[in-house]
């Protein structure tokens, strides 16, 4: 099956400095890359979608300047948490899509802590 | 309109019995209905999906109905196991727009 990968798993950092958070499609060429927000029980909240070479779109009240998006090749997007404030604190989790149909295809997710 | 609301918050199954998750839409334009199961501290992993073509489809244990008139559909899961003890989310998206909508999540614990 496809299989979405994500690294870091966890990560903790100091206020004010910035995260990268890796997303990789590792047997399937993913068109489309999803970056979702989950607080602790809630829903899924979709962040931005990327289309590999092109500009990430992102969802209203998202800031794009604070949550980079880059989604440089088919296998690989990746989300940069710019200075991380103690309130960016929360689970990320990528999803990935190919052409073939319309199933997205989840990572396990990255913890971030912000001190 | 683009809602998918969902019920219950959480339920409580003893094993062997039959879990029933519902949700319901309102736009019409929806054309995917996919269900996904969530264990603590991972990512969601898809279940089993449906199209409004069909009214059910069945994959083991899981099953889902659809009830396009209704607009409402719902997952079965049958002998349910402490096992199955996850959090469960409908979503639903339309056309070649591969955007979620989700539903707000169903916390399912199944008692030995």
């Known amino acids: 099956g496809a299989v979405v990968s994500q690294h870091p798993s966890w990560v903790i950092c100091k206020s004010g400095t910035s995260v990268k958070i890796e997303c990789r499609s590792l047997d399937f060429q993913a068109t489309t890359m999803f970056w979702y927000r989950q607080f602790p029980k809630q829903s899924l909240m979709l962040m931005a979608t990327?289309?590999?070479?092109?500009?990430?779109?992102?969802e209203q009240g998202v800031e794009k300047d604070k949550f980079l998006i880059n989604h440089a090749s088919l296998t690989l997007s990746t989300l940069t948490v710019t200075s991380a404030h103690p309130e960016d604190s929360s689970f990320y989790i990528c999803s990935a899509s190919g052409t073939m149909n319309r199933e997205q295809f989840f990572g396990p997710g990255t913890r971030l802590t912000v001190l | 309109q683009q809602q998918v609301k969902q019920s219950p918050q959480s339920l409580i199954v003893q094993k062997g019995g039959i879990s029933i998750i519902n949700c319901a839409y309102e736009?019409?334009?929806?054309?995917?209905f996919p269900w996904y199961q969530q264990f603590p501290g991972k990512g969601p992993a898809l279940l089993i999906a449906?199209?409004?073509d069909v009214s059910e489809k069945k994959e083991g244990r899981f099953t889902i109905s659809f009830n396009k008139s209704a607009k409402q559909f719902s997952l079965h899961i049958m002998d349910s196991q402490p096992g199955d003890s996850a959090t469960y989310f409908c979503?639903?998206?339309?056309?070649?727009?591969?955007?979620?909508?989700w539903g707000a999540g169903t916390k399912l614990i199944i008692k030995p």
């Open positions: 990327s289309n590999e070479g092109s500009k990430a779109t992102y």
């Open positions: 449906i199209r409004p």
């Open positions: 979503a639903a998206s339309r056309g070649s727009n591969y955007q979620l909508i």
């Open positions: 736009n019409t334009a929806f054309d995917y």
